[in-house]
Every structure is written in structure tokens, then in C-alpha cells.
């Protein structure tokens, strides 16, 4: 099913009723509001849609792939990322720059731009993600995407950023392979040479220049680097240690996240799915620390679907900034229509924390 991020629009001025379903749900989404109803008959048509659009946003999170699964694929990812790029570099420069200082000239400039891509892309893992709903191709709402936590999980994250370090892992190796002098670095005259060369350049960086107090090399000694050769090292150097900074991130974060649905409930009720969200929004998980956004909507849906109309309004009121779509906000209303999450106003960002809103009553 192709999806996407949109505006869904909701029957204006009223509640919505189960007439709404066909209109406005996916098949799965049907499904699980049918079993729902099933489960919670006492509940309104929108405590149903939240509770069944949150069931369906949770599970979308795939936390079968643990992190140790994502730090063997990363390692593949990265290992042919390298090898592929370091062949087709060596190709290039061999046929199309048959001069050093063309090769060298045009690698450092491939790397820097290459450099401010991935700073600039990856400037990402920062940004405040908008809780919205996603829908089918036919526009019906499928389920809640949940912002950062969304993000997090996304099963590419990590191996993106092993591939990257591998496009350029393979490209140094390149650069010092391909060029005749090889970069007068008389150990680097093979492809093994370049590639310990290469390795040592990686880790000399990733262990804080450990290595260079205590003398230690991966391959031959290397001697001292003319100036042109040290500097291109330490641009390869700076951006090889932020990637790894980012790499490493991600996977703490994903370890972080995946650890909130390790007691997700097989039963997926409005009982049980509050009794999870009260259990992960507790101080040990730090749930409000890593996802405050999406922890403090989990605690808004939960006290929703338990009819806390009052408590939804309080907190709401008091988190007007969190970045929460109109059209999210409009499922929020009591049984009289009267809408308990007002529209977001201008500024982005919820500067309060959950456990400034109250005891859980």
C-alpha cells in the first residue's frame, strides 16, 4: 500500500460517527476499528479512531530488528559501499584524470561537498517532527506516525550512515591507489598498502589519537606526511569521526526506542494499550526524555480513550506547541463536539515536561 503524509479532513462541527468509516479508514484500519468497537463498545466513534489509529501507528514499528541485526547489516552495507566505490573511483581517475594533482584536487572537492550533503541532511536527527496522520493512496486515514520515534526506527537510519562512511572509506583508498606517487606515501604503492593506509587513518581518528601516543599502527609505519598528503589526512580524519559520532547516536537512539515496546501488549485494548503508555512514560524508561513530544501525545491519547475529557483539555492547554497536526487535533473533542486540542499556534516546540502537568488521576 502506497502511503503518505496528509491533511485528512474531518466532518465539520460534529463527532464522527460510525457512518465516517468507510470514508475516512483504510481496510486496516477498518479492521482494527472494528475490533476496537469489539473490545470497548462503551467508547465514542472518536475514541475508537484514536485508539485504533494509535494501535496501528505503534505497530508499525519494527522492533524485531534489534540492534545488534542492525549493526551486522551496517557492517555489510558499509563493506560493499567501499569496495564498490573504491573500484569505480580507480576506474575514473585511471581513464578520465590521468594527472596527481587532477585526482587529488577533484577528490577533496567531491569529499567536502560530499561533507556538507551529509551534515546538512543528517542535521535531521534534530529537527522537531510533525505527529500526524498518514493515509493509503486513496486518501482514507491508515494510522499515526509518531514524529522523532517514526524517524528513529526507521530501519534504514543506521545502514545510511555505514554506507557513507563506506563511500568515503573506499574513496581514500582510491585517491592513495590511483595516484602515482601515491600520495608520497611509499606504503600505499599496493591496493593492500592503501587500504591499511586508509584503515589506520580511520582509526587513528575514532580512538582520539590513542594510537598516536602510543605508537601504534595498522600496516607499516607511514613516517612523516609532506603537508598537502597531512592535510587531505585530516579532512578524511574530521569527517570519518563525525560520521562515526553519527553513526553511533543513531544506534543509541534505536537502542533507546526499541527498549520502550519490549512490554508493547499483545492484547491491544484501551485498558492495555494505557497501561503501556503509563509504563513508558514512567522516569526509568526516560521516554519523556528521549521523545517528549511523542511521549507527552501518548499521554494525551491515553487519557482520551479513558474518558479524561478534562485532563485532555488541562494538558493540551498546557502543551499547545507540541508539533501536532490540525488535523490530529481535530479527533480530540468530548461528546458534545466541544474540541478539547485547539489548533497549534505560531512557534514550534513543547518546553515543559509531563510530570509538570500533574499527578495521574
Known amino acids: 500500500m502506497s502511503e503518505q503524509e496528509t491533511e485528512a479532513q474531518l466532518p465539520a462541527g460534529r463527532p464522527l460517527e460510525p457512518a465516517d468509516y468507510p470514508s475516512s479508514s483504510s481496510d486496516e484500519l477498518q479492521k482494527t476499528l472494528t475490533a476496537t468497537a469489539s473490545a470497548d463498545p462503551s467508547l465514542s466513534t472518536n475514541q475508537q ?30 563493506l560493499l559501499a567501499a569496495i564498490a566505490t573504491f573500484y569505480f573511483l580507480v576506474l575514473l581517475f585511471g581513464t578520465l584524470l590521468p594527472y596527481d594533482w587532477l585526482i587529488v584536487t577533484t577528490a577533496i572537492t567531491v569529499h567536502l561537498v560530499f ?37 528513529v526506527l526507521d530501519s ?13 572509506f573506499g574513496l581514500q583508498i582510491a585517491v592513495l591507489a590511483a595516484t602515482t606517487s601515491h600520495m608520497d606515501v611509499p606504503v600505499a ?25 602510543y605508537h601504534l599502527n595498522i600496516g607499516p609505519e607511514m613516517g612523516v606526511l609532506p603537508f598537502w598528503t597531512a592535510t587531505m589526512f585530516l579532512f578524511f580524519r574530521i569527517t570519518f569521526d563525525g560520521l562515526l559520532i553519527l553513526f553511533a547516536l543513531s544506534v543509541w537512539r534505536v537502542h533507546k526506542a526499541s527498549r520502550l515496546f519490549v512490554s508493547f501488549p499483545e492484547k491491544r485494548n484501551a485498558a492495555k494499550l494505557s ?23 501518548s499521554f494525551i491519547i ?27 487535533r481535530a479527533l480530540f473533542v468530548d461528546d458534545s463536539g466541544r474540541p478539547l486540542f485547539a489548533p497549534r499556534p505560531p512557534g514550534t516546540g513543547s518546553e515543559l515536561l509531563l510530570e509538570d502537568v500533574g499527578p495521574d488521576e
Open 156 to 168: 534504514n537510519t543506521v545502514p545510511v550512515f555505514s554506507m557513507f562512511l563506506g563511500i568515503l
Open 49 to 78: 479512531f484514536v485508539l485504533a489509529l494509535a494501535i496501528r501507528g505503534y505497530n508499525q514499528f519494527d522492533t524485531t530488528e534489534t540492534t545488534r541485526y542492525r549493526l551486522v547489516v551496517s557492517g555489510v552495507v558499509f
Open 275 to 297: 497501561e503501556w503508555i503509563q509504563l513508558v512514560s514512567n522516569h526509568e524508561s526516560r521516554f519523556d526524555r528521549s521523545f517528549s513530544d511523542e511521549m507527552i501525545f
Open 115 to 151: 561533507a556538507a550533503v551529509v551534515a546538512k541532511s543528517r542535521s535531521s536527527l534534530f529537527e522537531e517532527d510533525n505527529i500526524s496522520i498518514v493515509t493509503d493512496n486513496h486518501q482514507h486515514w491508515d494510522h499515526f506516525v509518531f514524529g522523532s520515534l517514526d524517524d
Open 302 to 328: 491515553k487519557e482520551y480513550i479513558l474518558g479524561r475529557h478534562d485532563v485532555v483539555l488541562a494538558t493540551c492547554n498546557q502543551f499547545q506547541n507540541i508539533p501536532v497536526s490540525d488535523e490530529v
Open 189 to 213: 604503492d599496493s591496493h593492500v598498502g592503501s587500504l591499511l593506509v586508509t584503515t589506520n587513518n580511520l582509526f587513528r581518528g575514532a580512538l582520539l589519537d590513542v594510537m598516536e601516543i
